[in-house]
């Protein structure tokens, strides 16, 4: 039995802001200044994740990438298809690849990819690249729905002086 999708969008705002928290605690710790959780069909929060590049060493250690690596052992593809992943920034190509092959059918972020880059510039932590994450889930075979960019200055406020150069 498949469920609808119950979400308000003052639980979207208030969803996406408990993933800038996330952040933030991401930052505090060491690592990059990214967080994402997991919702299910009614808001509740299923999964959290933060960055984990600084503190493991491993540079695919997103936030986005290690929460869809949890709910893709956790939940079965049919039940993520009425989730909802939101994110303090629009993730990036191979993020926005683990969502498509978890089976998540909505993602709600942050600032833009297009702001990560002009905020961060070319530093070598964190090369981020000019593609939409529409644009990676438009090259698949099934509709992921993106919502977004929410809280653009909230998403930024997090980064500001960690990388280098800001």
């Not at 079965?76 to 909802?84: K, R």
Request: net charge negative; aromatic share 6%.
């Amino acid at each position: 039995m498949t469920q609808t999708r119950t979400v308000t969008p003052e639980q979207d705002i208030a969803l996406l802001t408990r993933s800038i928290e996330l952040a933030t605690e991401s930052r505090a710790r060491g690592d990059h200044p990214f967080g994402a959780l997991l919702a299910g069909p009614d808001g509740a929060v299923l999964l959290e994740a933060m960055n984990t590049c600084g503190s493991k060493g491993d540079r695919t250690g997103h936030a986005e990438r290690n929460l869809m690596t949890q709910a893709s052992i956790a939940y079965a593809p049919e039940f993520l298809a009425q989730c909802t992943m939101y994110t303090s920034a629009e993730p990036c190509a191979m993020c926005a690849g683990s969502v498509y092959w978890a089976g998540v059918g909505r993602v709600v972020h942050g600032m833009s990819e297009v702001a990560l880059k002009a905020l961060i510039g070319p530093d070598p932590e964190n090369l981020t690249m000019d593609l939409p994450c529409r644009a990676v889930f438009d090259a698949g075979q099934r509709r992921v729905e993106v919502v977004g960019p929410l809280l653009s200055r909230e998403s930024a406020v997090v980064h500001e002086g960690f990388w280098e150069g800001l």
